[in-house]
């Protein structure tokens, strides 16, 4: 491969080669298959965007699994903090609706659903 910018096919081969290695290794990093998945396509589809753009990689699979590393950190920082904020709401809401009254009724359709 010579040095310069890459073509998306250049790119498609580099992911053919590399995919299933990448994706091992993420896996072993990450111990979640469908999270390692995930943060290998992100880090495919940030190598579509800057690679044609700028030199590539001298390795290209220790660059997708280092960038598809951070991007599942990030996944995962995202969820920590969706549930975190998640489980505030809900409670502000309890308790607004416990000070007006409305607990027992805003309750009832998921005891109804769920219960």
Partial sequence: MTRGRMT???I????????GRALATLIRLVGDFDLAED???DAFATALERWPAADPPSNPR?????????KAIDRIRRSITFRGKQTELTHELLL???ASGEAADMM??????CG
Avoid: M
């Fill in 8 to 10: 998306p096919i250049e």
């Fill in 12 to 19: 498609e081969k580099i992911f053919r080669d590399e995919a």
């Fill in 39 to 41: 943060a290998l396509q």
């Fill in 62 to 70: 220790a660059w997708l699994v280092n960038v598809g590393r951070n």
């Fill in 96 to 98: 607004n609706a416990s």
């Fill in 108 to 113: 009832a359709p998921t005891t109804t659903c």
